[in-house]
């Protein structure tokens, strides 16, 4: 549901919660899902007046496996757009290639460790 009502000259914007992303699973339609749920995110967090009471919102939409790999990387956020920065890292597309590429890149027999050779090595 989306509300619109005038104040004073102005227009006030109501979108309805976005869903609470838990980051759970790492996949190519994960990938996609954070991507829907980001735009989401943007376009909630940009109804608020100020950029505190979208922090605080994201926070709260934030929870499981996702909320674990960030919470100690946003003590100093000061805005919604480093939580998601954050996630980023995480859970965007590029992410995920990255993952992809290093994941061939491993299956490689030049990059096998031999027998008798260390990991170093």
Do not use: H
């Not at 940009?46 to 499981?64: P, W």
């Not at 909320?67 to 000061?78: C, G, N, Q, T």
């Not at 995480?90 to 030049?110: H, N, P, S, V």
């Amino acid at each position: 549901m989306l509300a619109v009502g005038g104040t004073s000259g102005g227009v006030t914007v109501c979108l309805p919660n976005i869903s609470v992303f838990k980051g759970e699973e790492d996949s190519k339609s994960n990938s996609e899902d954070y991507e829907k749920w980001r735009r989401s995110a943007v376009n909630k967090c940009s109804t608020y007046v100020n950029d505190y009471s979208a922090l605080l919102y994201l926070e709260d939409r934030i929870k499981g496996n996702a909320w674990d790999l960030i919470k100690y990387e946003i003590v100093s956020a000061k805005s919604y757009l480093d939580i998601l920065d954050a996630l980023d890292e995480y859970f965007g597309a590029e992410t995920y290639e990255k993952e992809m590429e290093a994941e061939t890149a491993l299956r490689d027999d030049l990059l096998m460790q031999k027998n008798g050779k260390t990991f170093v090595a």
